[in-house]
């Protein structure tokens, strides 16, 4: 919170990866016998987005800027690159252009260092300007954010000419001390030395303002009323001008010198950063700058995630009501904003191939969704594979349009695309301060400790700090948890963390938290307000969390149960070990023994996990549980729950699968196989790997004995307990239309829960049945 400066006014930072970072070879040493001498080589960090240690490697040779080929590259390479560039190593590289496609000649390809080079040129290469590529594999690499002590930058332009690196949205007008979270209107600053500088307004213009709103997180802007600015950048006394605007709007732009950095700003409104629009600098003495200008203003439109205004609000309701079900959506991102785009076409869900996919498709995605532009258009499925059809491949959108569907794109062919190059997206969103109403204690690191949580943080007032009671806490808490920390997804939800016992906060102050999973903070979630109510108050059950960049996502392969599906009626001599393990209808326990039979619907399970890390059970081997009848241990109590439901979702029938046995029964190609359930080896289902449940393995089948003849709808949900994270749980749940004459059973239409528009699912829930065995 802080003084008037930082109380009044949260900035919004949005780092720009504008900076050409010019800088000579590191330590350069006088050229050796295996170093013929040669043209002095440059480097620099370009492209977009960024931070100031990473983006796309370019390289000076022969009198010009060049970049360097992806193929081959290791980490090796970015090492060495790293080392030109001032930095002490490398982090890690990027591959197809993350940074942007460079111009201009591409001067290196197929590199190949050890990593301990001293020079670029020492490493194996084609040859200077010998390549196959084009600059969508240009390479980029992430240094260490460490410089070399005493490296010199023999290159360097002066950067406070050559750059703008973070921008802020200055709010004048407020209605009290604390000020209302997003802000959607101010003054546009740019960070400049150590202070912040205006924009000269003179020639801005309607693109100007999407390019800035796009950055802080906003889908639209607005006009605004430069004339109340005009009024507030004059000089007045402070106790005058407070008077002119009344008590309940107060102008927090005393008057100050004015510090102009930029004019003649020159956007088209489809850039993503403000950096890549034309303008000027002004030089010298800046502070006489800007004539009959004015600094520049902004308004912006927040999406519907973001809008505070109740009357905006409803319209946006309105608008939405009248538009039906959105065509677009994001799926198994972290973080609100991010994740990979998924379309609807023909009543069904798919996703996009990431072939030409750039900044300005993702920024079309972005708004149309209520975001702002896009951060990063990732592509090579880094947000996990989806499942269903490829819908669209090569998007070309320019970035002025409303809806990803009026951009000009390619329908697939089988060969095209695999989901391993699903497109995704990074949006910017707007600053809501979430992230300082949450901390975590106690953790060996940063991504795992003892919830604790900021309660009466009024006007200005500073927060208390207090506990989240454990009772009732799970992965769902968990993960909003995560995501308000901005530290991905999580990994497990404690109830119970004396073993975290390192802070001074004993009280807690929040209690019967229900969280649905999607919410932006634990404030949003149900909990029990003011009327604490915590049977164990005690700081041994104070919720805690484990949080995780990745995670698992399993779900099931739908075609295999229909064409599996069919009816045996089993002796129950034959099914003693099931009762055993409660994979029978409770009528079982009054049958005659062992005479009779029962009537099973069996069907084979295929569960995927295409996530992007590992599924592990919950429970570490220590806990496992031996069935001596099976002669198996279990890793989970339950792993998937079989309904029979009737059209109106009351259940006839139900079983569940305990998993005895979670492991690698196949892996796509190039993926190797980690789990394997023998002599009580390692359980879980790697990312690429799915887990076969055949369908003549005992429990792998619904008891139906009971049930009548009728329409159902079978069902089957994997993890149903949110026993393990994931980074989506909406599609573990897999439905099937099927018909049961009291002979034969007629399984069909399965699809995974989320995979079909809503129109779709009405349909298929308003299922009129078979009139015979033939599905049309």
């Given amino acids: 919170m802080g003084g008037c400066g930082t109380r009044a006014w949260p900035e919004l930072l949005v780092l720009l990866g504008s900076a050409w970072l010019w800088v000579g070879s590191a330590q350069p040493t006088p050229p050796g016998p295996t170093q013929p001498p040669g043209p ?15 983006g796309r490697v370019e390289v000076f040779y022969n009198d010009e800027w060049g970049t360097i080929c992806d193929d081959d590259f290791t980490l090796g390479n970015a090492h060495v690159l790293c080392r030109h560039l001032g930095f002490v190593g490398a982090a890690g590289w990027a591959h197809s252009a993350k940074y942007g496609k460079g111009v201009g000649r591409i001067w290196l390809d197929n590199v190949n260092c050890a990593g301990n080079e001293k020079d670029i040129r020492d490493c194996k290469h084609r040859g200077w300007g010998n390549s196959d590529c084009s600059h969508e594999e240009d390479a980029g690499v992430v240094c260490k954010d460490e410089r070399i002590p005493g490296f010199k930058d023999s290159n360097v332009i002066e950067t406070e000419q050559s750059h703008v690196e973070e921008v802020r949205l200055r709010p004048v007008v407020s209605g009290g001390r604390r000020q209302q979270l997003p802000v959607t209107e101010g003054i546009v600053e740019v960070r400049y030395k150590d202070s912040w500088a205006q924009i000269c307004d003179q020639g801005w213009d309607s693109h100007n303002s999407r390019v800035v709103c796009g950055m802080m997180g906003f889908p639209a802007e607005k006009k605004v009323n430069r004339n109340f600015y005009r009024l507030a950048s004059k ?18 732009t005393e008057r100050q010198q004015l510090n102009y950095r930029l004019h003649s700003v020159s956007c088209t409104g489809t850039e993503v950063h403000l950096s890549m629009c034309s303008f000027e600098f002004y030089r010298g003495n800046s502070s006489a700058a800007c004539g009959s200008g004015m600094p520049a203003v902004v308004s912006c439109v927040p999406g519907p995630l973001f809008n505070t205004g109740g009357a905006h609000k409803k319209k946006q309701r309105q608008q939405q009501q009248q538009q039906g079900q959105p065509r677009i959506r994001l799926k198994g991102g972290a973080r609100v904003g991010e994740g990979r785009v998924e379309v609807l076409r023909s009543s069904e869900w798919g996703t996009i191939c990431d072939d030409r996919w750039n900044l300005q498709s993702a920024s079309v995605v972005c708004r149309e969704l209520g975001f702002g532009s896009a951060k990063e258009a990732l592509t090579g499925a880094r947000m996990g594979q989806g499942t269903g059809p490829i819908h669209l491949n090569e998007v070309q959108c320019r970035g002025t349009e409303k809806s990803l ?33 949450i901390r975590l204690s106690g953790g060996r690191s940063r991504f795992e400790g003892r919830v604790e949580v900021a309660v009466g ?3 200005g007032d500073q927060p208390r700090w207090g506990l989240v009671c454990g009772e009732g806490w799970g992965t769902l808490e968990a993960m909003v948890a995560c995501r308000q920390l901005g530290l991905g997804f999580a990994n497990h939800g404690l109830q119970e963390t004396w073993y975290w016992d390192a802070s001074n906060v004993t009280e807690m ?3 019967g938290v229900k969280c649905a999973g999607h919410e932006m903070s634990l404030s949003h979630c149900q909990h029990h307000g003011a009327s604490l109510s915590c049977r164990n108050t005690g700081t041994r059950f104070a919720a805690g969390v484990i949080c995780s960049e990745t995670a698992s996502d399993l779900l099931l392969h739908a075609p295999l149960v229909q064409e599996t599906a069919y009816i045996e009626d089993r002796p129950l001599h034959m099914l003693y070990c099931a009762a055993e393990e409660n994979c029978l209808a409770s009528s ?3 049958a005659n023994w062992p005479y009779g039979h029962r009537r099973l619907l069996r069907f084979s399970s295929q569960i995927h996990n295409r996530g992007r890390a590992d599924f592990r059970p919950k429970a570490g081997r220590h806990s496992w549980v031996w069935h001596e009848c099976h002669r198996h241990y279990h890793s989970m109590d339950i792993f998937t729950h079989y309904d029979i439901l009737t059209p109106n979702g009351t259940k006839v029938a139900e079983g569940h699968k305990a998993s005895f046995c979670l492991e690698d029964t196949e892996c796509e190609e190039d993926v190797a196989k980690r789990y394997e359930c023998a002599n009580f080896g390692e359980q879980g289902i790697t990312v690429g790997c799915w887990d076969l449940y055949r369908h003549d393995i005992d429990c792998q089948w619904i008891d139906i004995t009971d049930v009548k003849p009728g329409n159902y709808i079978l069902q089957v949900v994997i993890n149903p307990n949110f026993e393990v994270a994931e980074s989506d749980f909406t599609n573990n749940a897999m439905k099937c239309n099927c ?3 009291g002979h034969r059973i007629w399984v069909h239409s399965c699809h995974i829960g989320d995979a079909l528009s809503e129109e779709a699912n009405k349909r298929f829930e308003q299922y009129p049945g078979q009139l015979n065995n033939q599905i049309s």
């Fill in 405 to 437: 569907w009026s951009c000009p794109f390619r329908n697939i062919t089988q060969e095209d695309c695999k989901h391993t190059e699903d497109a995704a997206v990074r949006c910017n969103v707007p600053y809501m301060g979430y992230e300082n109403l």
């Fill in 739 to 741: 018909k049961y004459d």
């Fill in 588 to 590: 079982a326990r009054l």
């Fill in 40 to 54: 002095q080589l440059r480097f620099r960090l370009a492209g977009y987005p960024r931070k100031h240690n990473e």
């Fill in 509 to 511: 102050v929040m209690s």
């Fill in 457 to 459: 943080a009024g006007d």
């Fill in 235 to 252: 000089s007045q006394p402070k106790q005058k001008r407070r008077e002119d605007v009344g008590p309940k709007k107060r102008l927090f």
